[in-house]
């Protein structure tokens, strides 16, 4: 496994930072800060002469101005943690897919244009780490603070989940932090409850994976189709929110994103989206 947590940061994310460098510690690894900027289509030149400056080094001196906010608020954080600092040019989106490809897990703030919790499925960054990522990527919003981690991890899984990585990935953080696991998984209506094959199966999995973390206290859930108000009332304290990304393809199951919607407007939570290798 990569041995670097990279966080990627548009402008003064403080919460992304602090639970990069929370989990950097906990885990014993090096932070990677990564800032991307893109310049405004149009010959550069061209554009310089007009506004009297030079437009390509203004935009690389603004993205040195939030790398070095970043590093000042992470030395107070954690003085003695290894940060390092990247400005790449281009979307940000491809910047932070090319990273994941050497980082254990990829981290990332909320969009200012539109709720934190509609961009996990509705914002082209994100949509495009949690498809194409190859590592797991956490969105965490503004209003997370380190205290969060005491409300346990929820990791949500239905048929079409690949739930090896996701499970590994739910029963570390739990490990790390409060000990606490839910589990729930989501069955379509058709497929026979709590008795499905699908559901022994993953009763199977999760047994194998409770048994390599003895001390994470282990509770599961199966509902059918969309959870009802209650199921997702009780997961207002989640202390981080885990999905798995379908097998069969790149993206999110529709069943999980739409339940995992309401469950995320509730919770206010951290969600980390696991790929399936």
Same mark, same amino acid.
């Not at 990279?6 to 990564?34: F, P």
């Not at 009297?52 to 939030?66: K, M, N, P, T, Y």
């Not at 390599?212 to 509770?219: A, E, I, Q």
């Given at each position: 496994? #990569? #041995?670097?947590?990279?966080?990627?940061?548009?402008?003064?994310?403080h919460?992304?930072?602090?639970?990069?460098?929370?989990?950097?510690?906990?885990?014993?690894?090096?932070?990677?800060?990564?800032?991307?900027y /893109?310049?405004?289509? %149009?010959?550069?030149?061209?554009?310089?002469?007009?506004?009297?400056? $030079?437009?390509?080094?203004?935009?690389?001196?603004?993205?040195?101005?939030?790398?070095?906010?970043?590093?000042?608020?992470?030395?107070?954080?954690?003085p003695?943690?290894?940060?390092?600092?990247?400005?790449?040019?281009?979307?940000?989106?491809?910047?932070?897919?090319?990273?994941?490809?050497?980082?254990?897990?990829?981290?990332? %703030?909320?969009?200012?244009?539109?709720?934190?919790?509609?961009?996990?499925?509705?914002?082209?960054?994100?949509r495009?780490?949690?498809?194409?990522?190859?590592?797991?990527?956490?969105?965490?919003?503004?209003?997370?603070?380190?205290?969060?981690?005491?409300?346990?991890?929820?990791?949500?899984? $239905?048929?079409? /989940?690949?739930?090896?990585?996701?499970?590994?990935?739910?029963?570390?953080?739990?490990?790390?932090?409060?000990?606490?696991?839910?589990?729930? !998984?989501?069955?379509?209506?058709?497929? %026979?409850?709590? $008795?499905?094959?699908?559901?022994?199966?993953?009763?199977?999995?999760?047994?194998?994976?409770?048994?390599?973390?003895?001390?994470?206290?282990?509770?599961?859930?199966?509902i059918?189709?969309?959870? $009802?108000?209650?199921?997702?009332?009780?997961?207002?304290k989640?202390?981080?929110?885990?999905?798995?990304?379908?097998?069969?393809?790149?993206?999110?199951?529709?069943?999980?994103?739409?339940?995992?919607?309401?469950?995320?407007? !509730?919770?206010?939570?951290?969600?980390?989206?696991?790929?399936?290798?």
């Amino acid at each position: 496994m #990569n #041995n670097s947590i990279t966080v990627g940061v548009a402008d003064k994310q403080h919460a992304a930072l602090s639970y990069a460098a929370a989990e950097a510690v906990r885990i014993g690894c090096d932070l990677t800060v990564l800032h991307a900027y /893109t310049v405004p289509p %149009g010959p550069p030149t061209a554009l310089s002469t007009a506004y009297g400056v $030079d437009i390509e080094e203004a935009f690389r001196e603004s993205g040195r101005l939030v790398l070095a906010d970043a590093a000042d608020y992470l030395v107070l954080e954690h003085p003695g943690l290894l940060v390092t600092g990247v400005l790449a040019r281009g979307p940000a989106s491809k910047a932070l897919a090319e990273e994941s490809a050497l980082a254990r897990m990829v981290v990332i %703030g909320p969009d200012d244009a539109q709720p934190w919790y509609l961009r996990l499925f509705e914002s082209r960054v994100a949509r495009r780490l949690a498809e194409h990522s190859s590592c797991p990527v956490v969105v965490v919003p503004d209003t997370w603070d380190g205290d969060a981690d005491s409300r346990g991890v929820t990791l949500m899984l $239905d048929g079409e /989940t690949t739930a090896h990585e996701p499970l590994r990935f739910a029963f570390e953080a739990a490990d790390r932090g409060s000990r606490r696991l839910r589990i729930i !998984h989501v069955l379509e209506p058709d497929d %026979g409850g709590s $008795d499905s094959r699908v559901w022994r199966e993953m009763t199977h999995l999760i047994d194998l994976w409770g048994a390599t973390h003895p001390h994470v206290l282990v509770t599961t859930t199966v509902i059918t189709g969309v959870a $009802d108000l209650t199921t997702i009332g009780s997961l207002e304290k989640t202390g981080l929110l885990v999905l798995g990304r379908s097998h069969e393809s790149r993206h999110i199951t529709a069943l999980s994103r739409s339940l995992a919607q309401k469950v995320i407007e !509730h919770a206010s939570c951290p969600v980390a989206v696991v790929p399936p290798v």
